[in-house]
Structures are given as C-alpha cells and as structure tokens.
C-alpha cells in the first residue's frame, strides 16, 4: 500500500471519529450523567380529561386555573381565589388565554368577569384538595399546584407553558 493511500485511510478514519464524537458523548451524558432535579413548581398529571371540564358553563378554549371548594370558603380558600387572581393578571397578554374556575359544592352557576362559578357537589367532594388544577383549552388536566408553591414560581411556569403552548 503507498503512502497516499495510508494518508487517505487516515483521513477517512478521522473523519468518521469526528463525526461519531457527538453522538458517542451524548450517549454516554445520556446513560452515565446524573439527572438533574425537575425545577417544575408543580405535579404534572397524567393527561385524561378533567372530571369538571364536562360541567354546563365550562370555559372551553381557554387555560383554565381551577380551584375546588368542598364546603365553606374559609381563609385558605380566599387567599387561594387571591392567589389565582394574581398568577391570571400577572400573565399580562397571556391573561385574556386564562380564566379562573371554582368548582363549589353548593351554590349556584355564575360568570363575573373571569371568575367562573360551577357548582358539582360531588365532583367538589371528590377532587378537593389542598390546592388548584391547571386545565388545558381541551379540558385536559395539565398541572396540580399546591397551596404552598410559591406564586412567583407559578407565574413564570404558567407563563412559560402558555407561550410555549401559544396555539392552544
């Protein structure tokens, strides 16, 4: 064999080295790196259809941040519905996508502004938690937020999915 043609075998076997390094290191980040922890603030649920989103009066079309009441309002459901109010109003062009939701288990079905009232007494019995649903346009279930995230996180993850989500 010449000396050219060991030039260009050598050659030929840099160029498939170079062009598998990529591939073979990010395999070995993808197998051997630890994994970084989630930054989400919230619970990613599985993906069904929201038990709520069949109700009379369901805001389709619009992402909707649904809190469940199963009784009496008492402070931590009003700090909630303060809470709520804030994440929608600080999406600022994003907040005409958003709706507040109250599942109540008494009371009567209403519409003021963005704030939609549906009442399901066993749906509110059911779902009540220490916290408030994220709901697609679709009516699926997105996210769960407890009442202990921190709104200032929420906001900018909500505000992340929505733009990322810009066609829903």
Not at 3 to 28: C, M, T, Y
Not at 37 to 47: D, K, N, R
Not at 103 to 127: E, F, I, M, W
Not at 154 to 163: A, G, K, P, S
């Amino acid at each position: 064999m010449s000396a050219r043609a060991r030039r260009g075998q050598g050659v030929l076997l840099a160029l498939a080295g170079l062009s598998l390094a990529p591939i073979l290191a990010a395999w070995w980040l993808y197998t051997a790196a630890p994994r970084l922890p989630s930054h989400s603030v919230g619970q990613l649920l599985a993906t069904q259809r929201f038990a709520g989103a069949d109700l009379v009066g369901w805001p389709l079309g619009a992402w909707s941040l649904v809190s469940i009441e199963a009784g009496a309002c008492d402070a931590a459901c009003q700090h909630r519905a303060f809470i709520l109010r804030q994440i929608r109003l600080a999406q600022g062009e994003g907040a005409q996508r958003l709706e507040r939701v109250l599942l109540r288990a008494s009371g009567r079905n209403s519409k003021s502004g963005d704030l939609v009232s549906l009442t399901a007494p066993l749906l509110a019995r059911s779902l009540a938690r220490d916290g408030y649903f994220l709901i697609d346009p679709l009516g699926n279930q997105v996210m769960f937020y407890s009442d202990k995230a921190e709104p200032e996180r929420v906001i900018r993850e909500i505000n992340r999915l929505m733009q990322v989500n810009n066609a829903l």
